[in-house]
């Protein structure tokens, strides 16, 4: 017997013993029970597993129904109630704070600078470049922007900044 024979012997048997209350089910049916609610249950149980098996032996399974043309319907958006953190924010109020760059004027998001400062503030520490003046939750426009340079200059730059000297 070849493993592929043992294999599908194993699914079939696997397949009696799920079925087996279904039987019971239908052959209740048949004698005239209408035990319908039983009948649901098994068969919602059962279709996973006829899905699944339904290839190995060449069953055709019905898919469900294709949903008609355009966008489905929008489901309205749980509301929040405002008592969970939100990712990335100082825990305090600052909501309407200003970014720390000055002349920015973007509003703050994460940790005292807007997104794309953050994003300056993230790369700098990547590559131990940070200024000592760009602190986490530094005061709106009180930090000076740097300019950082491009192409070979950057390439030297960070070559420097990874062998310990300093050239900016």
């Not at 239908?26 to 009948?39: F, H, K, P, Q, V």
Request: proline share 7%; charged share 25%.
């Amino acid at each position: 017997m070849s493993v592929d024979k043992a294999f599908r012997e194993m699914i079939r048997n696997e397949i009696e013993v799920q079925l087996k209350p279904l039987r019971a089910v239908i052959s209740r049916l048949e004698a005239g029970t209408s035990d319908l609610d039983a009948l649901r249950d098994v068969a919602e149980r059962l279709a996973p597993v006829a899905q699944a098996m339904a290839p190995l032996f060449g069953a055709q399974v019905a898919k469900p129904a294709k949903r008609g043309p355009g966008r489905p319907a929008k489901v309205a958006a749980p509301v929040s109630s405002g008592g969970g953190k939100r990712r990335g924010r100082k825990p305090s109020g600052d909501a309407g704070r200003d970014c720390a760059i000055i002349g920015c004027g973007s509003p703050s998001r994460t940790k005292g600078y807007c997104a794309a400062h953050y994003q300056k503030l993230r790369m700098l520490t990547k590559t131990n470049r940070r200024p000592s003046a760009w602190v986490d939750y530094a005061e709106p426009n009180s930090v000076e922007d740097i300019k950082l340079p491009r192409g070979r200059a950057a390439s030297k730059a960070l070559a420097a900044a990874a062998s310990g000297g300093s050239s900016t």
